[in-house]
């Protein structure tokens, strides 16, 4: 897994992103979504954007600050995935990613719809930088 300290907090264009300081290798596990179990009756009272189901009868709120995997944002055209390994969520390289890349990853059909499409999607893919026009 790569040194947390190597992945830097920064300002991206869907507000806060997790970069990498240093290439990663395809394949390399990146950082661990990590936060506190719920009960479900405290899952279906949450309000948290957070919530990670792993299974039908497990739920982590990912909104603890320590969580810094909470800062890798959606993408259309992400650069890792999620492994779900005995009940821990990794989230892999899917390809080499350079030095200070913004991290992403698909954050599904469900949360897509329900939360990001109603405010539109700001991936590079969906909303591309504006060029100059010259003068």
Known sequence: MIDASL???RRSRAGLGLFT???IRKGARVSEYVGNPLTWDEYMKSNSVYLFEISPRKTIDGS???NQARYINHSCRPNCEIDIVRGRVFI???RAIKAGEELHYDYG???FNDIIKPKGCRCEKCDPPKRQKAA
Do not use: G, H
């Open 92 to 94: 892999i390289a899917r």
């Open 7 to 9: 992945l830097k907090v």
């Open 21 to 23: 300081s240093v290439d």
């Open 109 to 111: 059909e469900e949360y």
């Open 64 to 66: 603890p600050r320590w």
